[in-house]
């Protein structure tokens, strides 16, 4: 057990283990904007599998590839059929796994590019959002195998019929995380123009700082609420697979943001992260009959008329015979919201419809919520001491918000990350 | 039998039989280049349609989308992987079946893209120069069967095991004619941005006109002889499967060029086209040893290096002992040719090499040569009228063909299509 002995064999051992082991790089659109950023990513990738591991490289299409596919598309129909949207969309992906494998083995390094169709990434059939079913293992391990790089076509899918499908936007993310869950992976990195997670959008709060650690969980709470960093369904992959997440720049070697399961010292941090989701409505239904069954007559409508509802708050008056029920919703769904939920209160006897455009919700995120208290009081006190009037709150086990006017919606932010001092080093284990 | 009445029953039997007929159109780039040329050829598929037809369109790349792709794929590798290419240039076509799905769905009628993975067309592995092994008729059928108009990925195959193909540049052609056959359609139509195939290319013979009927082998030869008009193997495919092939334009109703089997007619036209072949080397291997395999082992060995050969020209002197060998090949594989010949050379105790760059190849093509004497005569009278000096001669069945300097090859080409009179219109079968 001499120290140096040791370390050698450990080295040694880390080496041999390292050589099973897989690791799963996925590269964004920012990331492949230009061919020098393709040699970038492909010059990494090289190294990883010097590096001994084995590499699958999951990439988007180039820069604003997609962007432009879709006003082709829109040039020649103002309602595409979903499914050549499809055949279209995938393309970009394609020539991005092309261009990898070329600059991979210009680089010096064997690589197959393999598009949905190719590698066996089956989906169900819904055109434009499709969700992942099955993974064959088959192609993937064959081509490992041999020591080639892998690069596969994010985003896409096919169906059992050989249809091409697409899992919608930001999906390279969840193609990358699923290919990880799928083969082991013992990590999967998203490369980015950030370096990382941050408290809170850091174009809005320059105060905010990169965290270091996020449980899969808060990460969850945070992209519903409006932080745009991943795509919650790649979230889930990785939290229901236990694959860490390292979402990191593409331009340097730092340390980014590692989404991983939840640790003791993460609870010690009472808010990891503050986000600003805007363009929303609040719809109000004041004095409604308050009946079994009412609010799911009414959110079952509401569906049925594809109006995404964000959250709902729900108070009971009238000595428990009246309720205001109100949900939020997208400010482009609000119209719609409205001729459904006054057709609705016609014939329900509801008092009466209120919806109430031109909002932004505010939410606080962290798993210190469960075991710390007067974190909502905290919360009001900064956006009071912002001199804003808050419309709506809700709340659930790690997150609180609040519904503010849209030009308020910053300065809230503002108050709220200075408030549980976000600009400090956010770190979950803090050293003692 | 009462006129009236016959043309009725005629008209009616007319339109069932064409319920049964399919026809196969084929857009090329330059008619995909716009979205408003993306509708055009649309609304002509949809007018086929409703004119009883069952409808198969082929479609190339939009505009010049495949040398863009070629220039993101230099910016990768100087020598990118044949596969990755493959897996690169096909996204343009698929990129034209889902816009053009889009446009006839917008125009009021049901359409369905198909990428050669779901049609089934099937090739060897040859990646960038793939044949057609096999096509798959079931896919289509069912969609033709539904009434949908099919959209077909050109240019692109998948091979057995599941691997992206192409068949080279312009083989989008190939496509077209290949499923005309498969399919056994009425017609092959071509829409591109000429209105058919001239006697000449216009550019450089403004006199130049539009012929009207064309056989395969006549066509084959000047597609061989340098006319760009269309692809080799398409014209094979309907040589083969006797398919007409209607070259015409995209921009109007007008008749162009219907590529078919001879007619009598056809050998009154002593000379159909002339074309120029430009960008040649010719290769003197002098005083060659007169024995018998000779030719056989020099030939070899420069296909064995690659160099492609275009015309071979042998005489015989010396009391047949030696022979003058000479061929014609691209100005680009001249160097290459050199080295080989002069090795040769010096093995075979050849006399000297001489590489004569610069070069171009005019030649005449018409079936009526099979049956008129004095073609030849005729041509290089014209040659010498504008003064210029024939280097090389090599006839066949049905062409004749001199090289000449480069800079004289366009003059050249101008009084050899005035000695033939082809500025008068070509018509195969002139009223009497």
């Known amino acids: 057990m001499v120290g ?100 991979i083995d210009a680089a010096g390094h064997q690589a197959i590019s393999l598009t949905a169709a190719q590698l066996g990434m089956f989906t169900d059939s819904a055109h434009t959002r499709a969700r992942i079913q099955r993974i064959n293992r088959e192609r993937l391990d064959r081509e490992l195998e041999t020591g080639r790089i892998v690069i596969v076509a994010g985003f896409q899918g096919i169906d059992a019929t050989g249809e091409i499908t697409t899992m919608g936007r930001g999906a390279s993310d969840t193609t990358a995380t699923a290919l990880a869950a799928a083969l082991g992976a013992e990590v999967c990195e998203i490369y980015t123009d950030v370096d990382g997670v941050y408290t809170a959008d850091p174009r809005l709060v320059p105060q905010a700082t990169k965290i270091d650690e996020i449980s899969y969980e808060v990460m969850l709470e945070m992209a519903a609420a409006g932080a745009g960093v991943m795509h919650s369904r ?143 009081a905290k919360m009001f006190e900064a956006v009071a001491k912002a001199e804003i009037n808050i419309e709506n709150i809700s709340t659930s086990e790690i997150v609180t918000s609040v519904i503010v006017r849209s030009e308020d919606g910053p300065k809230a932010l503002r108050f709220i990350h200075d408030a549980f001092e976000l600009d400090k080093r956010n770190e979950s284990s803090p050293s003692e």
């Not at 061919?35 to 820069?63: F, N, T």
């Open 234 to 376: 790649a979230i889930e992959f990785g939290k229901k697979f236990d694959v860490p997440i390292h979402v990191r720049s593409s331009l340097t070697d730092a340390k980014g943001t590692m989404i991983m399961e939840e640790t003791p010292g993460m609870e010690d941090i009472v808010v990891q992260g503050v986000t600003l989701k805007e363009d929303l409505a609040v719809v109000s239904l004041n004095a409604v009959p308050n009946k079994t069954g009412v609010a799911a007559q009414i959110f079952a409508e509401v569906a049925r008329n594809q109006i995404l509802v964000d959250d709902i708050v729900q108070n009971i008056y009238g000595h428990g015979k009246l309720a205001n029920l109100g949900f939020s919703t997208n400010a482009s769904d609000a119209a719609e919201a409205r001729i459904v939920c006054e057709r609705l209160a016609e014939e329900m006897d509801i008092g009466s419809v209120v919806v109430d455009e031109g909002v932004s919700k505010v939410s606080a995120i962290g798993v210190g919520m469960r075991t710390h208290s007067g974190i909502a």
């Open 4 to 103: 140096n002995c040791l370390s050698l064999s450990d080295e040694h051992r880390g080496k041999l283990s390292r050589m099973q082991q897989l690791i799963v790089q996925k590269f964004g659109g920012t990331s492949l904007a230009t061919a020098e950023k393709i040699h970038r990513a492909a010059r990494r990738a090289v190294r990883a599998k010097r590096d001994g591991y084995r590499v699958v490289l999951v990439v988007s299409a180039m820069g604003d590839t997609t962007n432009r596919l879709i006003s082709l598309a829109r040039d020649m129909s103002a309602d595409p059929p979903k499914r050549e949207m499809d055949v279209l969309l995938t393309t970009g992906e394609q020539v991005s796994i092309a261009l990898m494998a070329m600059a």
